[in-house]
């Protein structure tokens, strides 16, 4: 089993930048694949990015050319740089893991992006 601990949530402006963060411990030897999903008040929680060992990513089509998924090689961290920040960004971030084919979450963390 994996933890996730999220954090570099927050409030910003549409156009600023946000670098969001999350801490994995436990059995991360066994991580197949990490990303980061989203979740905005009414609405189903969705891919925003993902990265496999390899070190090749997938961005969804909204945040493409904004966003930059990476992570360090020991599986430890993975991380989300948000740039040009628009209000649809606004939701709750979740960090996953994918270990075994079961995918572990965190806890989320807001992000809010006034117009």
């Known amino acids: 089993q994996v933890q996730l601990v999220e954090s570099g949530g927050g409030l910003v402006q549409a156009g600023g930048s946000l670098r969001l963060s999350c801490a994995a411990s436990?059995?991360?030897?066994?991580?197949?694949?990490m990303g980061w999903y989203r979740q905005a008040p009414g609405k189903q929680r969705e891919l925003v990015a993902s990265?496999?060992?390899?070190?090749?990513?997938n961005y969804a089509d909204s945040v493409k050319g904004r966003f930059t998924i990476s992570r360090d090689n020991a599986w430890n961290a993975v991380y989300l740089q948000m740039n040009s920040l628009k209000p649809e960004d606004t939701a709750v971030y979740y960090c996953?893991?994918?270990?075994?084919?079961?995918?572990?979450w965190g806890q989320g963390t807001q992000v809010t992006v006034s117009s």
């Open positions: 996953n893991a994918i270990t075994r084919g079961y995918p572990n």
């Open positions: 436990g059995n991360i030897f066994s991580i197949d694949a």
């Open positions: 990265i496999a060992p390899g070190g090749n990513t």
